[in-house]
T-cell receptor, first 117, second 120 residues
Framework: AQKVTQAQTEISVVEKEDVTLDCVYETRDTTYYLFWYKQPPSGELVFLIRRNSFDEQNEISGRYSWNFQKSTSSFNFTITASQVVDSAVYFCALSEERGSTLGRLYFGRGTQLTVWP | GAVVSQHPSRVICKSGTSVKIECRSLDFQATTMFWYRQFPKQSLMLMATSNEGSKATYEQGVEKDKFLINHASLTLSTLTVTSAHPEDSSFYIC????????????????FGPGTRLTVL
């Protein structure tokens, strides 16, 4: 069974602090994809990153970085020097390959990040 | 690239009426579209998977006669909430995945901005 766990329901930080959002997943497939999406108050889900199961390299994009560790089935997301505009709900998601398509996404419950000025 | 639009963004209707929500992929062809429902402060719940030219696949517990899905073209899928009731009030979000090109997918679902439905 596939499952994505985001244990942190809410996180509050003060601007310029670093913050890490945790994501732990379960899957029996050897080929799968992990995602992070951001949902600001407007509601639209914004794609942040995709990782396939064969690529364990960590990635950095500006203030964002992701740590993928298959050994612990985790795909954590760190925001460095957080800003008020980072305030949003962040979802971690898992998808497994189904033939030639991506297949459905399994979402975690989301983490509400609030960054205070 | 990879823009998905939804229309309308917000709708308020009376109980018993039907509401149609459109989901369009603007700059790519989507062989597969997904419809999600999200209640306040909760995660996204997949309702159905829509494939162009075929019947949608509904998740367990989702009434297919109440939530009619039509994927008439590679750029358009519609969700019709029939005989809407207050309990159908929710945030409905679609996503689209590009089709195959030489056996590879885009590996990413792109989401529309969502439609907030309020049934009085």
């Amino acid at each position: 069974a596939q499952k994505v766990t985001q244990a942190q329901t809410e996180i509050s930080v003060v601007e310029k602090e670093d913050v890490t959002l945790d994501c732990v997943y379960e899957t029996r497939d050897t080929t799968y994809y992990l995602f992070w999406y951001k949902q600001p108050p407007s509601g639209e889900l914004v794609f942040l990153i995709r990782r396939n199961s064969f690529d364990e390299q960590n990635e950095i994009s500006g203030r964002y970085s992701w740590n993928f560790q298959k050994s612990t089935s985790s795909f954590n997301f760190t925001i460095t020097a957080s800003q008020v505009v980072d305030s949003a709900v962040y979802f971690c998601a898992l998808s497994e390959e189904r033939g030639s398509t991506l297949g459905r996404l399994y979402f975690g419950r989301g983490t509400q990040l609030t960054v205070w000025p | 690239g990879a823009v998905v639009s939804q229309h309308p963004s917000r709708v308020i209707c009376k109980s018993g009426t039907s509401v149609k929500i459109e989901c369009r992929s603007l700059d790519f062809q989507a062989t597969t579209m997904f419809w999600y429902r999200q209640f306040p402060k909760q995660s996204l719940m997949l309702m159905a998977t829509s494939n162009e030219g075929s019947k949608a696949t509904y998740e367990q517990g989702v009434e297919k006669d109440k939530f009619l899905i039509n994927h008439a073209s590679l750029t358009l899928s519609t969700l019709t909430v029939t005989s809407a009731h207050p309990e159908d009030s929710s945030f409905y979000i679609c996503s689209a995945e590009s089709g195959l090109a030489g056996g590879e997918s885009t590996d990413t679902q792109y989401f529309g901005p969502g439609t907030r439905l309020t049934v009085l």
